[in-house]
Each structure stands twice: as C-alpha cells, then as structure tokens.
C-alpha cells in the first residue's frame, strides 16, 4: 500500500449514492490527478456515514473535516483549498444539528452532537473502512474475533460469551441470541444451518442495507463464529432483492474471505469447516418471518409455517437452523474480542448493548444513528435528531414499522428498551422511527400502515388475509367522512381478534398501529366520525380551501395555477374558491404570497354560484 | 429465450449450488433478466418446470407470489415508488398522484409505448433522503415533483435518440 499524506473517505451509501456522490467522486480524482496529487492521497468509497439528508458526504484525513452535500465543483474546490493549501472550505462543512461550525471548531466528529452521543458496535466500521478492502477491516480487529474462537475458546464458551453479555435478537422481538443458539447446539443432527436474516423490510429501517453496503466482512465472521457454535457447516444470507447493492458487496466479501481462508475448509488450521451462500428474495414482505423465510431460502411461496417446532430444532429442510438478523450478527464479533463485560457497560441490565435506529420523518437530522438502550426518546429525537426541521411541536414517533405503534410526545422521557416501549405499546422493532407532526393524522396513519398488511398478507390464514382487509375498509370509511360510532368499536374489537388468532407474527403484530392511535388519539377518530373533522387537516374529505377577503389582493396567482379551475374571480377582486370543484391539492396556498388561503376543517359549505 | 439457454443456466446454477431445492428463485430472476420487458412468458414458466422435473403449478405459485416477478410484459423502465410511511409523510403522495398522471397510467400497468411501468414497491431503506424511486436498478431520492419530471423526460430523451 503506498504511503499517502491526505485520505478522502466519501460516503458510498445508498443515499448518497442517489445524491451524486459518483460524479462527486470522479471530480476529486479528476482533480487530483491534475496537481499530481493522485499518488499521495487515496480516494475510499466507504459505506453510509449516517447523516442522509446532508449527502454526499466526505471527510478528509488526518483532519477529520467532515464536508457535506458536495458537489463536483465542491469537490474541486476542496482539492485545491483544503489538500493543496490546508485551508478548510467553510462553506461546506458539516452543519451538525444546531449551529453551523466555524473553521474554528475543527468539524472533528466527537465534536458534531450529531456523532457524539453514538456509540457504534454494530456500525464501527460503516462508513470509515472500504468495504471492499478486507485488509481494511482486519486492520480493525476484523476476523480476531473469530480467531479467537476457533483456537481459544470451545463452541459452549462462545455461546457463554453470548449468553452472559445478554444480546438480543435486533430484528424486532427481541428474544436472546444465546437460547436460539443453545437450542440448536444441543440438537442432534448431522446438518445444521445458519441463516442470516436480511430481508430487511420495515418500512423506515435501513440499518441492516447500510451494515451488509457498508461492512460485509462483519456478517461473514460472525456467522462463521455461529456457525462454529452450533455446529453448522453451512450458512445462507437471505437479502431482499430490492438491494443490489448489498448483494454485490457481500458477494464479494464472500469471495475473499474464501482467498484469505476465513471461509472454506479448516478455517485457520483447525477442524472447522463453513461456507456462505447467499439467497435473493424477490419482494415479499412477509419473508423476513423466519419460518416464511426458509421456505423462500427453499424455493418456495414464503408463507409462514406454525411454530413450533421452532427452526432451532427443524428449519430449513427439516434441520436444526439458527435466523439471526444482520444487526444481531454486527454484535457479535466485538462481544467474542472484547467480552461479555465490555458489552453490558452500555445499555440497561435486561436491553443490554447499543442499537442502531433510524430516523426519518419530520426531523431534522434523517439517517442512522447507533445509541445505548436506555436513553430516553427525547435525548435521541431533539439531542441526536436535531428536533423538528423547522421547529414546529413533534407530536409522536411511530416506532416498529406496520407492526409497532405511536409514542405520544408526553411519554418521551421513556427510556428506549424492549420492555419499555412494550409497555406503551409501541415495539422496539427492527429499529425504525417515523417522526410525526401536528399535520400528521393518526387516523390516516394507521390506516397507510393497514394499507401496507393487506398488500403484504401472505393469504395462508384467514384473520390475516380477511381481517387486515375489514380493518382497512373500516379505516377507509372513517376517513373518507362515512364512518358511524359503532365502527370504532367493531375496529377495536376486529384488531384485537387478528392479534389473537394470526398465525405469524405479520398478522399478530399487523393490529398495533390501529390499537396504539386508539389508545392515544382516540378523540381523532371520534372527531372524523361525530365532528367531521379531521384535527391535522390532513384527510381530504374534511377539509376545504378558503381564501381570506381580507388579505386576498386579487392577484389571480392562485387562479392560474389550480389545475382543476376551481378559483373564480377577476383581477383585483377578491376571488373565491368553487368547493365542488376543488381537488384539495393544495397548490394555491403555495402560490399564494400574501398568505390569504388556508385549510379549515371540518369542511364549508360551496358558497360560489356558477 | 428458448430450452437450450435455459438448460444452461440451470447447469450454471447446478454447479454453484450447493442444495438441490432452492434453484427456481434465482433461476427465474435469471431468466427474467434476459428479457428486456422483464417477464417471464407462460411458456418458458412451463419449461422452466420441465426443466427442474417440478409440476407448472409450482412455478406458476412461485412466479405470482413474489411481486418482482411478472407473468405478463412490461416497461423496459420498471418504475418501482416507495409507499412507505417515511416516504408518504414528506411528500411521497404527490409523486404517486405525479406519476400516475405523467404516464397516465395506475399501478400496476405499462405506457402504451412500453417504456415505462408503474409499481409499488415496500420500503427501499433509504428514508434518509425520502421520498425515493426506484427505476430499474437506480435510486432516486430527495425527490420534488419537478426532479421526478426531469428524470422522466430525461429517460424519454435517451430512448428518442
């Protein structure tokens, strides 16, 4: 590796990816190339930095400057000020979540708030190595882990490790690695299998993309320590097919970790022998259930089977199998190098451990963030997140995607564990949070999630297939102004049906957005049905479009852009707003300049006479 | 695509597999990939079964579960929108009603000059720079109905020249 004075790591991750960050690449090594600096300073495409909704990113080295939404010319500008001269480009360094920082304060990451609360286990080397480059990941501690297990420890002595560091399973439920584990080990079965869980499809999740984008040699040791746990010889990554991106990366992990022998035949010189396949879903939620899961590793339709028997015992192809989610995995390396004891310094006695959420929504600083459990929603949505984009109240956080449920903003001195949010009924899921605002309707909310477990029912088990479809259509007539009192109830008593008797978990958990509004907003339904009225003004059949007479200059701005010629009325002149022929989209109040028009719930009456 | 290609890749398939049973995912995205209309024909379904000595209806429960695959044309520009919440809240909606209006079409269906179908896909893990489409193997995010129009015309462009 040749020596070199200055290394730019700019973030290759999917968000960023999406913002440019290839022809802002190209236009550093462009750059370079003309001062004949190409030699000395390396240019490293690494996995996601975090911060989303600033990319591109970049952070120059030995410096530590983090730059942020660049641009080719940005880029150049950054070669020829900050690499060649040393001076710092204000203009484009990271803004962190409050003030913007001047060249003073070195943007050094313990210093943005934005990094400095994190603690990153699971994602200690997204976006600081090349995630193609092994050798970059050995030189932080990469595959010592799984050294040590194989010459130092015996399969029970990792499972310990596992056990008494108290991880749990990151996925959504849960429920302590160590048991699948032990479970699996004591089988008796000549094959056993370790699967990885990457059918990462919560909406608002994407820890698990950014780990397999950004560190995939992370997943392969671990599941090769697991895999030497319970005694498997063979493991399968199952990742979902909207992520070509990961598929390639690990593919490729895969392959030199074959060419270092960290996979294979005697891995290291001992006995041990293991080997990773990976499988393409090709778009079914219901997949990352584990049992469905197999069935699609298998070849089949992925409808869910009835547990038990659990995997643990007869999974994939009746053998004892272990599913363990990708964050999960991302954990266990660092616990086998550096102790059970070092885990647990984070987190609380029964959530140990850090976790990666992510935030997105109506908060300023979207992306992921990995914290300690424990820490309370407040510290992670106004000290991490940032707050509210443009200062408005947050209202709630939905959290667990179509299977969890809303916080309301009175409970955001909760702590973040499993248990806690369990109680307010609400899951930790795999991780995802929706921030709201006063212009998010639950109602509506619940409804969208709804939408999404109907698409997404596999049709194997009737609560499921016809209950979700019922709750739809009952969330539809609330909202749409032909709801009565009593559909309420019958909403409220079908959820908890479908919660009861559904065969897997989508079904089971499918309920929780609906149960968890009524629990906390149940007035918004009530003010849809008896009042209608729709309180975030958000649901189109309770609103209307009303100009002021007395801030309406008759400009005719408002006129000219309404694409279904609603608005009456001559130059100068107040106009009027037909309501019949209004659509609600909501295009006049953006023209408008004088800040005349606004939306008034419950509806008016059509006053225009044509 | 006839017997002959398809006997191929399954060898291909055969040699890296290590498992017997779990061929026909893969092999049926292999064999949608070769077609520019991204579907696979009833027909090649059939002798994709005779192929793997499974009955038809065993592909065809396969083929029609899974919502990337599709048993009739479509666009040579899969447009895939994300409906999840994250992208719904901050404005996503409006790209759906944009979409649907710009090529006139509703989910599900193709352009009548079969560049373009129109899909919804579930979350694409990129909430961070939300709303996000997905046009074949391309990412689009931070998207405004006036980027997603360019985007559209740009692709539109490509195919006129």
Redesign the interface.
Known sequence: MALTTNSILICAGGGCISAGEESVKQAFERKLKEYGLDSVVSVVETGCMGACSLGPLAVVYPDGVYYQKLTPKAAEKIVEEHILKGRIVPQYLFEGSKDKLTVEEKAAPSEIPFFARQVKIALRNVGVVDPLNIEEYIARDGYFALNKALTKMTPEDVIKEIKDSGLRGRGGAGFPTAIKWDIARKQKSDVKYMICNADEGDPGAFMDRSVLEGDPHSIVEAMTIAGYAIGAQKGFVYVRAEYPLAIERLGKAIETAHEYGFLGENIMGSNFSFDIEIRIGAGAFVCGEETALMQSVEGKRGQPKVKPPFPAEKGLWGKPSVINNVETLAMVAPIILRGASWFRQYGTEKSPGTKVFALAGKIKNTGLVEVPMGITLRELLYEIGGGHPQGKQIKAVQTGGPSGGVIPAEYFDTPVDYESLAKLGAIMGSGGMIVLDEDDCMVDVAKFFLGFTVEESCGKCTPCREGTKVMHDLLEKITSGEGAMEDIDKLEQLAQIVRDSSLCGLGQTAPNPVLSTLKYYRHEYEAHVKDSMCLSKKCKAFISYVIAPDKCTGCTACARVCPSSAIYGEVRKVHEIDQDACIRCGSCIEVCRFGAISKVTPAVENVVSK | MDRLEIKKIVEELREE???E??????L??RVQDHYQSHYIPPEIGEMVAEELNVSPS?VY??LT?????ATKPRGKYIIRVC????C???GGREIVEFLKKKLDVDFGDTTKDGLFTLE???????????P?I?IN?D????LTVEKVESIIENLKGGEAR
Not at chain 2, 65 to 69: C, E, H, I, K
Not at chain 2, 83 to 86: F, G, I, K
Not at chain 2, 120 to 130: D, F, I, P
């Open positions: 597999q290590l498992v049973g779990d061929i026909l995912i893969y049926l995205h065993k429960e396969v579960f899974y919502s990337m695959f409906t999840s919440l994250p719904h809240v901050p919804e896909t579930s979350c694409l893990g990129l909430c961070g720079v939300s996000v997905m193997d990412y689009y995010g931070d």
